[in-house]
């Protein structure tokens, strides 16, 4: 095991895959030779690969996706990067009507192993367009895979998974997260969608974070075990497909739920996990399932209005005691 | 030089077109075709006539108005009508309806229904085609209405600034559902726009289906060259409205009258004969055997069963590969 940020991870899950297969290829804006990504994740993979294979593109969201598109189902497997997550919006339709239903609407007759890759989270400062969590989004477009990793190790697993499959996958990172470290093998691996990562045990309450958010549940678990409150903290790692069955059985350990998501309420993360509990686990529930989640409201700027919208570990630790009693 | 057997071929394809989308019509008029439908009558020329030059593994996108790319490409009759009737039997197994045939086996990308999306798609298609080190070419067609999207700039520039091989080919046939094109574009020529990009922009009467056919052989060739993409403007005209039972009171009587004298089908039936490739009899047998065609693909796909409704849940991802088991 070594240890490495998750820049690294995801530059080592592109570079490993690049090697292995040459169909593997990046395109985005500014991910070439001279910035390698506004967050630096493709840096020096130009230099390694030629710019044939790690292509610069216009300001172009649109026509990225669908290239990205053309090239997938032809034989291709491009990892498009979008440099914020809130530009997506600019390719909505290549991402939700074109990537996510080629296969079906064709009756299965194409693959579009195309990964979108592109950062969400507030935290830095700038404002409304460049720091919105839009997972709910692509949650609700059948057709897409959406991978929510939170550390180095899941980071590189997850983003070998989804270049390698042959579904189109919105693979989100974290901005605030690029510099977080964390141990990973030395060797090849690959860690499966679909498969949920109890990131810490507990018995008193099961608290459902991605992301970012993990961290902040982390730090607030430990706080809450200074006060004697055993929680668990669960990370989906992918949010499609779902992993209802590990949280579902937590649930049923621990008999409360607190959701934590850094997307706004309404339509989102939160709501989705908590239905699902509410489908399948209400009658374990000892107290209301708990969101934590952004207001409804834009991104604001100022760092004492953004601060105030971002859940953070005081927040979770709120909800918490708002459903467990311990004397 | 055209071979005469090509020509005939040709011929016979425009024929089939023509009787197909009748067919369609007739179909829709007694409530067999779910949905809606949009109509290719008229401009068989241009598929025709840009399909002619490519190979059976070249790539083709399309659109709503789509069933006559599909026929010019080589799509199987049957399977394209039992898909627009909704069969399992069709080549989406009824998931894609009229809007949304593809055919991957002949290159047939896939028909969007939102316009203009498919030109970025055929852009990357282009792209693989250069990374991938082959001589194929795609033709992507659209409507002049798709040139008003923000796709049409996107894709084209980048096709353009990579230099891939793309021929897009525009029929224009006027309007774009029931708004005349000068209504919203104050030039005439959607070809003009290719200076934007650099490329290559040609205008051609699109009821010709010899000067489309040389105007894509130029774009197709350069394309397989390797020396970039083509704008083609074609010139043409729907003879029927937007969709469904569209009346098209949109367009003055003149104008349809006018358009439907240049109908593709009786021109190029004319030159055929001046030419001395087909006679009047060997031009009425081919009508009996292209509508024999059309209407043993209609038998085939009136016989053919609808999905079960739990088919709806399938094809949805390509496999479970990657994902944890549940």
Same mark, same amino acid.
């Given at each position: 095991m070594r240890e490495v940020t998750v820049r690294d991870a995801l530059r080592e899950a592109l570079r490993e895959e690049m090697q292995r297969d040459e169909n593997v290829f990046l395109l985005g804006e500014d991910i070439g030779r001279y910035w390698g990504g506004a967050f630096g994740v493709t840096k020096g993979l130009a230099e390694e690969f030629g710019d044939d294979r790690v292509r610069d593109t216009p300001i172009?969201?649109?026509?990225?996706?669908?290239?990205?598109?053309?090239?997938?189902?032809?034989?291709?497997?491009?990892a498009a990067e979008i440099m914020f997550g809130d530009l997506s919006a600019l390719a909505m339709d290549q991402i939700c009507n074109q990537a996510a239903k080629i296969r079906y609407m064709f009756g299965g007759q194409a693959s579009v192993p195309l990964v979108i890759r592109t950062p969400f989270g507030a935290g830095v400062n700038i404002a409304s367009h460049h720091s919105q969590s839009l997972e709910a989004w692509f949650m609700h477009t059948p057709g897409l895979y959406v991978a929510v990793p939170s550390t180095p190790y899941d980071a590189k697993g997850l983003l070998k998974?989804?270049?390698?499959?042959?579904?189109?996958?919105?693979?989100?990172?974290?901005?605030?997260?690029?510099?977080?470290?964390?141990?990973i093998p030395e060797d090849d691996f690959s860690?499966?969608?679909?498969?949920?990562?109890?990131?810490?045990?507990?018995?008193?309450?099961?608290?459902?974070?991605?992301?970012?958010?993990?961290?902040?549940?982390?730090?607030?678990?430990?706080?809450?075990?200074?006060?004697?409150?055993?929680?668990?903290?669960?990370?989906?790692?992918?949010?499609?497909?779902?992993?209802?069955?590990?949280?579902?059985?937590?649930?049923?350990?621990?008999?409360?739920?607190?959701?934590?998501?850094?997307?706004?309420?309404?339509?989102?993360?939160?709501?989705?996990?908590?239905?699902?509990?509410?489908?399948?686990?209400?009658?374990?529930?000892?107290?209301?399932?708990?969101?934590?989640?952004?207001?409804?409201?834009?991104?604001?700027?100022?760092?004492?209005?953004?601060?105030?919208?971002?859940?953070?570990?005081?927040?979770?630790?709120?909800?918490?005691?708002?459903?467990?009693?311990?004397? | 030089m055209i071979e005469n057997l090509k020509l005939i071929e040709m011929y016979r394809q425009m024929l089939t077109i023509?009787?197909?989308e009748e067919k369609v019509f007739e179909l829709y008029g007694q409530n067999l075709v779910p949905g809606t439908i949009h109509l290719y009558a008229g401009e068989e020329a241009v598929a025709v006539g840009v399909c002619a030059n490519l190979r059976k593994d070249d790539y083709i996108t399309s659109t709503h108005r789509g069933h006559g790319h599909c026929i010019a490409?080589?799509?199987?009759?049957?399977?394209?009508?039992?898909?627009?009737?909704?069969?399992?039997?069709?080549?989406?197994k009824g998931k894609g309806g009229s809007m949304h045939i593809a055919d991957f086996s002949i290159g047939m990308l896939g028909a969007t229904a939102v316009v203009g999306a498919g030109i970025p798609i055929a852009t990357g298609a282009g792209l693989s085609i250069k990374l991938r080190g082959t001589d194929h070419v795609v033709a992507c067609f659209f409507g002049e209405g798709a040139s008003n999207q923000g796709t049409f700039h996107e894709g084209i520039n980048l096709?353009?600034?990579?230099? $891939?091989?793309?021929?897009?080919?525009? *029929?224009?046939?006027?309007y774009a559902m029931g708004t005349r094109q000068s209504r919203v574009m104050l030039i005439q020529n959607i070809a003009d726009r290719a200076v934007a990009y650099g490329i290559p922009g040609v205008v051609v009467d699109g009821n010709d289906v010899l000067t489309v056919y040389e105007a894509a052989h130029v774009a197709v060739e350069r394309a397989r060259r390797g020396e970039g993409p083509t704008l083609i403007e074609c010139k043409t005209y729907r003879q029927k409205g937007h969709s469904r039972f569209d009346p098209a009171a949109y367009r003055v009587k003149e104008e349809v009258e006018?358009?439907?004298?240049?109908?593709?089908?009786? $021109?190029?039936?004319?030159?055929?004969? *001046?030419?001395?490739?087909?006679?009047?009899t060997e031009a009425q047998e081919m009508v009996q055997e292209v509508k024999k065609d059309v209407d043993g693909a209609t038998k085939f796909a009136l016989e053919s069963p609808f999905p079960e409704p739990e088919d709806a849940l399938e094809d949805v991802y390509a496999s479970k590969e990657g994902t944890a088991t549940k």
């Amino acid at each position: 095991m070594r240890e490495v940020t998750v820049r690294d991870a995801l530059r080592e899950a592109l570079r490993e895959e690049m090697q292995r297969d040459e169909n593997v290829f990046l395109l985005g804006e500014d991910i070439g030779r001279y910035w390698g990504g506004a967050f630096g994740v493709t840096k020096g993979l130009a230099e390694e690969f030629g710019d044939d294979r790690v292509r610069d593109t216009p300001i172009s969201e649109s026509a990225i996706i669908g290239v990205g598109v053309g090239a997938a189902i032809t034989g291709m497997r491009p990892a498009a990067e979008i440099m914020f997550g809130d530009l997506s919006a600019l390719a909505m339709d290549q991402i939700c009507n074109q990537a996510a239903k080629i296969r079906y609407m064709f009756g299965g007759q194409a693959s579009v192993p195309l990964v979108i890759r592109t950062p969400f989270g507030a935290g830095v400062n700038i404002a409304s367009h460049h720091s919105q969590s839009l997972e709910a989004w692509f949650m609700h477009t059948p057709g897409l895979y959406v991978a929510v990793p939170s550390t180095p190790y899941d980071a590189k697993g997850l983003l070998k998974t989804a270049i390698r499959g042959s579904n189109p996958v919105l693979f989100v990172e974290h901005k605030l997260l690029y510099p977080v470290k964390g141990m990973i093998p030395e060797d090849d691996f690959s860690v499966p969608f679909g498969l949920a990562d109890i990131k810490r045990e507990g018995s008193d309450v099961s608290i459902v974070a991605t992301l970012n958010m993990v961290h902040k549940a982390l730090a607030a678990a430990e706080q809450l075990s200074k006060e004697g409150i055993s929680a668990e903290v669960i990370d989906p790692r992918t949010l499609t497909p779902f992993d209802k069955q590990t949280i579902v059985k937590s649930v049923k350990k621990t008999s409360r739920l607190v959701v934590v998501s850094e997307d706004c309420k309404a339509g989102g993360v939160s709501a989705e996990i908590a239905a699902v509990v509410a489908e399948e686990a209400l009658d374990y529930l000892d107290a209301p399932v708990k969101r934590v989640a952004e207001p409804d409201t834009p991104i604001p700027f100022s760092p004492t209005l953004e601060k105030f919208v971002i859940p953070d570990e005081k927040s979770i630790v709120k909800a918490v005691k708002e459903i467990v009693s311990k004397n | 030089m055209i071979e005469n057997l090509k020509l005939i071929e040709m011929y016979r394809q425009m024929l089939t077109i023509r009787f197909f989308e009748e067919k369609v019509f007739e179909l829709y008029g007694q409530n067999l075709v779910p949905g809606t439908i949009h109509l290719y009558a008229g401009e068989e020329a241009v598929a025709v006539g840009v399909c002619a030059n490519l190979r059976k593994d070249d790539y083709i996108t399309s659109t709503h108005r789509g069933h006559g790319h599909c026929i010019a490409k080589g799509a199987r009759l049957d399977k394209t009508m039992a898909e627009i009737l909704g069969r399992k039997t069709g080549y989406c197994k009824g998931k894609g309806g009229s809007m949304h045939i593809a055919d991957f086996s002949i290159g047939m990308l896939g028909a969007t229904a939102v316009v203009g999306a498919g030109i970025p798609i055929a852009t990357g298609a282009g792209l693989s085609i250069k990374l991938r080190g082959t001589d194929h070419v795609v033709a992507c067609f659209f409507g002049e209405g798709a040139s008003n999207q923000g796709t049409f700039h996107e894709g084209i520039n980048l096709a353009a600034v990579w230099g $891939l091989p793309v021929v897009f080919v525009c *029929e224009n046939n006027l309007y774009a559902m029931g708004t005349r094109q000068s209504r919203v574009m104050l030039i005439q020529n959607i070809a003009d726009r290719a200076v934007a990009y650099g490329i290559p922009g040609v205008v051609v009467d699109g009821n010709d289906v010899l000067t489309v056919y040389e105007a894509a052989h130029v774009a197709v060739e350069r394309a397989r060259r390797g020396e970039g993409p083509t704008l083609i403007e074609c010139k043409t005209y729907r003879q029927k409205g937007h969709s469904r039972f569209d009346p098209a009171a949109y367009r003055v009587k003149e104008e349809v009258e006018t358009w439907l004298k240049k109908d593709p089908i009786t $021109l190029f039936q004319k030159k055929l004969f *001046e030419m001395g490739v087909l006679t009047e009899t060997e031009a009425q047998e081919m009508v009996q055997e292209v509508k024999k065609d059309v209407d043993g693909a209609t038998k085939f796909a009136l016989e053919s069963p609808f999905p079960e409704p739990e088919d709806a849940l399938e094809d949805v991802y390509a496999s479970k590969e990657g994902t944890a088991t549940k």
